[in-house]
């Protein structure tokens, strides 16, 4: 009897130990670290080229940011946007298109890798994608699985076709499934803002898009109406997107960015037969204000027909250094009056980024008080002190011009006085500056 007894216990200890290290299939996994330290740079086939994608085409495109400069200026990420998918095998393991991509994902991964790039996929939490494509639903461990084996490195995740499921939900299902997938993965959340993700997704993803798509527009396209009067789609211009994306700087930060979408420089398109480009001062706009709101910079236009305009523009290096600064604080509006913006993205080592945008139809001559320019920003914790500082300025767009200073030498000895500036910002164009305490 005794013995019995004792076996019985240990029958029943031994299958609470078996169950106790059985995995729970259930835990969460943490987001891949590191792999976005800065906002994200690179090109996406998207906005110039729609689902028109093929293996010629990337593979151009690969081989123009190489020699652009592109990659050594920072834009080390192909991406792939909407129309690679081909149909899944009999298992349910996606398929690329072959008769796009007729050397497959993994060779196309291998030869951007050999350039120094990096290869960028997109797929779609519903059913389908956006464009129609095989959507990931049901086969999120298969997809992430898959894309670590083709060697991808960054996962645009989209929110078409999704009746009925829960966003934190699904994009949290993507990012285990690609933790679990063993490759690091940055993983770009694509719900336009409409579930509010920056309030759950910092441990999610490395970005999420605030707004809907953006075209190439300036400032906001007219609404217009179908026969059936109902309101028809329109592309979302800058000037809409930095509204919406400016109040969210405090979500923001190393590896969690607020995406404003994709870049339109050098892009012009028809939609519903309504034409829409930018000039290069609108490009110069948008660049800049990218910049200073630490957004990704993910490029979008044909790099095999680029103007030397355009190519000066994204290849801006202090420009650059203001978006990819390592303090990671999305800059903020200090001002907007009558249509002329004053901007301000605190740096590191004291630094700061100012600039001023005339979204006004006529050039602006305006005076820089820099005594009427005094920050104090709560977020970053950082102040400008134009009364007792000196800095010094340099013109980012113009980094041929002679640095100057806020503040001269005043009659008395050791007296300093606040400097004021008169400067010309043109229609649609900014000045910008970096300023850097004189020591
Ligand atoms: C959505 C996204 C776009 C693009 C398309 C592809 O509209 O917001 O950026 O990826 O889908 O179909």
């Known amino acids: 009897m005794k013995k019995a007894i004792l076996l019985l ?64 200026a920072g834009y080390v990420y192909l991406n792939l946007d909407d129309g690679w998918h081909g149909e899944r095998d009999a298992s349910g393991f996606v398929l690329e298109d072959r008769e796009k991509f007729p050397s497959g994902m993994k060779s196309l991964a291998d030869y951007l890798h050999a350039r120094g790039l990096k290869l960028g996929i997109y797929s779609d939490a519903g059913d389908f994608t956006c464009a129609c494509y095989t959507g990931s639903r049901g086969h999120e461990y298969q997809d992430a699985i898959t894309y670590a084996h083709w060697g991808v490195d960054y996962l645009k995740y989209d929110w078409c076709f999704t009746t009925n499921a829960n966003a934190k939900g699904s994009y949290t299902l993507m990012r285990n499934a690609l933790r679990k997938a063993g490759r690091p993965i940055l993983f770009s959340i694509c719900e336009w803002g409409v579930n509010k993700p920056w309030e759950w997704a910092r441990d999610v993803g490395h970005s999420w898009r605030t707004t809907g798509d953006i075209g190439p527009a300036f400032a906001p396209v007219p609404v217009s109406y179908d026969e059936q009067g109902r309101r028809k789609w329109k592309p979302m211009s800058v000037l809409e997107i930095i509204d919406i994306n400016e109040p969210l700087r405090e979500y923001a930060g190393p590896g969690h960015w607020n995406d404003p979408d994709m870049l339109e420089v050098g892009n012009s398109a028809t939609v519903d037969g309504i034409f829409y480009d930018m000039t290069d001062s609108e490009d110069r706009a948008h660049f800049t204000m990218w910049c200073m709101m ?105 980094p041929e011009a002679k640095p100057f200073t806020t503040r001269v030498k005043g009659r008395r000895k050791g007296q300093f006085n606040v400097a004021a500036r008169t400067v010309t910002v043109p229609t649609h164009d900014v000045v910008a500056y970096r300023l850097t305490p004189v020591k």
């Open 9 to 72: 216990g240990a029958a029943l200890l031994s299958g609470t130990l078996a169950l106790a290290q059985r995995p729970r299939p259930t835990a969460d996994l943490p987001k891949w670290e590191g792999v976005a330290d800065t906002p994200q740079m690179g090109w996406s086939s998207w906005n110039c080229f729609m689902t028109e994608i093929n293996e010629d085409l990337i593979k151009a495109t690969a081989d123009a940011m190489v020699e652009l400069g592109l990659v050594d």
């Open 294 to 398: 630490a957004a990704p910079l993910i490029l979008g236009n044909d790099l095999t027909k680029i103007t030397p305009e355009t190519l000066a523009i994204i290849t801006n290096r202090e420009m650059i250094a203001v978006d990819q600064d390592p303090l990671g604080i999305q800059g903020l509006r200090l001002k907007n009056e009558d249509g002329v913006q004053y901007w301000f993205k605190p740096l590191a080592d004291g630094d700061w980024a100012f600039c001023v945008m005339n979204t006004r139809e006529e050039d602006v001559t305006l005076t820089l008080d820099w005594s009427a320019l005094e920050v104090n920003d709560a977020l970053s914790k950082r102040r400008t002190d134009f009364a007792g500082t000196t800095y010094s300025v340099r013109d980012l767009w113009h």
